[in-house]
């Protein structure tokens, strides 16, 4: 997640996608649309559900109480980095409690960003310590932000010890992190800057990732992948960056769009 304003007007939907897909990481709660109108635009373009991600311990609560209230969404809760210091034991307990809910499938966004310093480093490995053993204690992913921080992300992941599945939402990493993640099994889900034209390194990265850990995403209403970049973004925008991941790996669109969906129903459980 990149805080900023999604105010603007919504650019028009894109050319369907020949096989459904999913979003794996958006914010539904920041969007200025209601989740059943965000849930049929994006089905009418082949994205037929979301994982909604929570950032606080609201969002975590509003995610939870979405997934369990529409079709099609599902959740993820944990305290972001950059509010690592709000992750008393007490709100940590509580995102236990939200992660082992039916329609809860992950444990996010957490990880370490140290692009921003609105968290003491400290605070934020603790936190994300503690979000490793909720995710492993409760059996759900684990949804990582990872910004400018991939030594100690990697580093406290092989101390604790990873849950079994693991995603670095938005990879922001280069081909060599690209191939430590798949050496290690961690899924990597690229989001729409993956379109943007000085990313370089991430189109690299996306090259050497194998399919079989390939997720896509859009951290809506951030991120918006090009000829849209700056507008608000929305999951019915995910065919845009699937054309551009299949494009970079020379994979026939419809053929990574089904080996993303069975990623999911691997990573997050079925649906």
């Known amino acids: ?16 996608l020949p096989a459904e897909v999913f979003d794996s990481h958006c914010h539904l709660d920041i969007l200025k649309t209601p989740v059943p109108e965000v849930v049929a635009a994006g089905q009418a373009v082949g994205i037929r559900r979301a994982v909604t991600v929570g950032y606080d311990l609201a969002s975590s609560r509003w995610c939870a109480e979405a997934a369990e209230a529409h079709d099609d969404v599902y959740a993820a809760v944990a305290i972001h980095p950059n ?15 939200l992660a082992a ?45 990872d ?18 599945q693991v995603v670095f939402h938005c990879f922001s990493g280069d081909r060599e992190m690209a191939k430590v993640c798949a050496d290690r099994g961690y899924v990597m889900s690229f989001a729409g800057n993956v379109t943007f034209k000085n990313a370089g390194d991430l189109r690299e990265a996306a090259e050497v990732a194998p399919p079989e850990l390939l997720l896509v995403e859009t951290d809506a209403p951030y991120l918006t992948p090009v000829p849209h970049r700056g507008r608000p973004n929305a999951p019915y925008l995910v065919p845009l960056t699937a054309r551009c991941l299949a494009e970079v790996k020379g994979i026939d669109l419809a053929e990574l769009c089904e080996t993303i969906s069975r990623n999911g129903e691997r990573v997050f459980g079925p649906w």
Request: proline share 10%.
């Open 147 to 164: 910004r400018d921080a991939h030594d100690d992300v990697l580093r406290i992941l092989a101390e604790e010890g990873p849950p079994e």
């Open 83 to 97: 509010d690592a210091g709000d992750a008393t034991d007490e709100v940590l307990e509580e995102i236990a409690s």
């Open 1 to 16: 997640m990149s805080r900023g304003d999604s105010r603007e007007a919504a650019p028009p939907p894109p050319e369907p």
């Open 101 to 145: 809910l039916p329609h809860v499938r992950a444990v996010g966004e957490t990880g370490l960003d140290y692009y921003r310093d609105w968290a003491d480093p400290g605070d934020q490995h603790r936190s994300f310590r503690a979000h490793i053993d909720i995710a492993k204690r409760t059996g759900t992913a684990l949804v990582i932000h």
